[in-house]
């Protein structure tokens, strides 16, 4: 009895260490009325993106960028599909798994100047 109750608290700690090392999971961010809270995000190998829209307006993220005003869709290998996925008023949206390590731009598509950037490593 002691063996399997030292082989569950190993296993425990390990799963405790390998979370707070990254890997599976999800990492959360937050919107506001017309713009990510935070400008990048960094996820492990893995991980899901959760956007949490804490505002009434509406967002339709897809891969891309704005740039001088201008949008531009991109098509981003090794991103998880995205392309004018309604995140609704106070409500989130779960992206991914990101599985390919790189640089990806996410961007609302009626919000001039919503650029997230997602770094995966």
Known sequence: MRKLLALLVACGLMALAMAACGGAGTVTIH?????????????????????VNDASDMHILSLGTWSNGAAHPEKEPGAPPLQNEPLEGNSSLTIGPWNTPGTYHVYCTIHTGMNLTVIVS
């Open 31 to 51: 919107t506001t009325a017309t713009n990510f809270a935070q400008s990048s995000v960094t996820l492990q190998k893995g991980q899901s993106l959760k956007i």
